[in-house]
């Protein structure tokens, strides 16, 4: 055997049945390639009657006269902790375990007895399960464990006369399924097979000369392959059989919605979409109950908001399998939509985007009647959304995807005029394009707002759909709208901004009812812990970051953004937005500050010119102070402390930190309420005593470089309110602001 052989040395692997038939060569093969083999076998008849151990005893002395390593056991799987302790008690492990034993008890299904029922259900279901726990916590421990589950044709399909088996060999395949998914994580991994080979089993049904030529030889390898360390098969079910072996999966028609709100369903529905509920054209191939599950909260949602989607959109077969015929799709209009507000909505996706009251110049996004109140032109989104939102894209004739695995890749939008604070806007969708991008497909949705004649504002929503590549199509379009890189240099500004947890709850307010953002269930589904934030809400968050440093929240200078939606945002999370200024574009990058990951990624925004002398003031405000480092290792330290540290001092101190003579930062040491806190920015509330020191004054007091009282008395600390409590001051710097 080349140096590329599968090998098994050092593995324990258990065989039940492998007295005979399948069993039998499974043990001589694995033990051929290094194996230590347990031999189990009861030794009883087809039917499950009688035992004897000369079956077992036979296959051990064959692999050891060929210089192999086995023992035998003659229990039946029934007892699966005692075949398993064979195995530690004869090898010290179990790594592989191949559930094969198996007996027959046909009958028409009405001839079935209780004692035939169950004698199949305890051999091949209760006995791969008693089996198989008893091996798991070993696997799991070890990091490595492979299942083998023996199911049969005649459970997938149904054989006449083997309701018992049928319903015991199908059970198996469910048991694997979820084994492999409980294993994952342990290098535990479950496979079915269905095999076919001549045995004392199949002898009664099969004419000689098949059973024959239908040698257990040709499964084997297959099994031994499945249990190999670098197979990464998990979860799978095989039919195998004369040297052949194909893989087996799940298809599911597109279905049919039958339900409206608000009107019962009835079994006439159900009879007059029957067509199409059997239709298998375009039919998806499901592969995890997640993805099963999701089609169901998508018609859920769809149904309750009254929009009804078609799962199978259109009459018209598209040309590729993947359910997208571009030449179809391209070009066509989605029903145009809608949007009538009052100042209310404006508001609220203001409040959603981060925008507070804290900010004195966030009152004109946040109050209708102040003098320059206005929309955030990245309110844009909102006023088009509803064209993508309502499921507009499954009424374009070509375009049959799988709802359930759209993503939102990347943004484009670009305002005209600054939007009205109120109004009936109309939009218009079109598919721009659509780009196969081999592990999927990306549609270019454009969309553009009026306000009557007016156009307002155009997007380019650009939506990536999972699996659905692969139709031939071309990989780029110069109707994208193309991200871009920021230049390599460290940024001009840098703005940090907490997202609530509720961050999602508000913002979905404005439209995006995707209960991914709000359901734990939902997310769960989709594969995340808790409910995420819309990648629009971010967005917005970016945005208003780049109009306040550079175009000081003036909207009319806001010209256009792009984002790639890169990774998601946990509601509660602090946003790091990176800014870097070449003429009138800004570059930028939103980073999650607790994890470092990129959020949005190869954004920019242009503005019509930026605000004269902003760009100075900007990079002394956008840099990282240094004092900034010390506050927050003094928050980490009374997050420690708390209580202690709150009775010491009791007063409320606030920061004014100076650079170049501006206020660059404030921050508060709240040591008189609940367990303390250190935040940056005024305090909520009343500060007992005030200090104003520039940035360098601060790092010299605490290092030691510069005294409290020398620094007062020339003029380089100012101190307002409760002049005393400054004395407790230096417990602070000098225990809680170690560097
Ligand atoms: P086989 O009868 O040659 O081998 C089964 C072995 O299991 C026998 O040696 C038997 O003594 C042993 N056994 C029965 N009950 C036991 C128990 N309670 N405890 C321990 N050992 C026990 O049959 P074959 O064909 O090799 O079957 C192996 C497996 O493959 C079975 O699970 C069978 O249902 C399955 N299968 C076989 C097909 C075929 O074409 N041969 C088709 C589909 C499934």
Known sequence: MGSNTLRFDGRVVLVTGAGGGLGKVYALAFAERGASVVVNDLGGDIKGDGKSTSAAEKVVEEIRAKGGKAVANYDSVEAGEKLVQSALDAFGRIDIVINNAGILRDRSFARVSDADWDIIHRVHLRGSFLVTRAAWNHMKNQKFGRIIMTSSAAGIYGNFGQANYSAAKLGLLGLSNTLAIEGKKYNVHSNAIAPTAGSRLTQTVMPQDLVDALKPEYVAPLVLWLCHESCQENGSLFEVGAGWIGKLRWERTLGAIIREKNHPMTPEAVRDEWAKICDFDNATKPQTIQESTGTLYEVLSNIDSGKGISMNPTSQKPSSSSGIDPALAIGQKLPPTVYSYTHIQPILYALGVGMSTKDPDHLKFLFESSDEFGCLPTFGVVLSQAAFMGGGLSSVPGLNIDFTRVLHGEQYLEVYKPIPTSGEMHSEGTVADILDKGSGALILLDVKTYCGKDLICYNQFSVFVVGAGGFGGKRSSPKAKATANPPNRPPDAVVTDITTPDQAALYRLSGDWNPLHIDPNFAALAGFEIPILHGLCTFGFSARHVLKHFANNDVSKFKAIKVRFAKPVIPGQTLLTE???????????????????????????????????????????????????????????????????VKKVNAVFQWEITKDGNTA????????????????????????????????????????????????FAGKLKVKGNIMLSQKLEIILKDYAKL
Do not use: C, H
């Open 579 to 645: 800014m870097w200024k070449e003429d009138n574009r800004i570059y930028l990058q939103t980073k999650v500050k607790e994890t470092g990951e990129i959020a949005i990624a190869g954004a920019y925004v242009d503005l019509t010119s930026t605000v004269s002398n902003v760009q100075s003031r900007d990079a002394v405000q956008g840099t990282e102070l240094q004092s900034d480092l010390v506050f927050e290792e003094i928050s980490r330290r009374v997050k420690d402390v708390g209580n202690e540290l």
């Open 665 to 712: 930062a404030q921050w508060t040491i709240d040591l008189k309420n609940g367990a303390g806190e250190v935040y940056r920015g005024k305090v909520r509330g009343r500060a007992d005593t005030t200090f104003t020191l520039a940035d360098q004054d601060f790092m010299d007091l605490v290092l030691g470089n510069l005294n409290p009282q020398k620094a007062f």
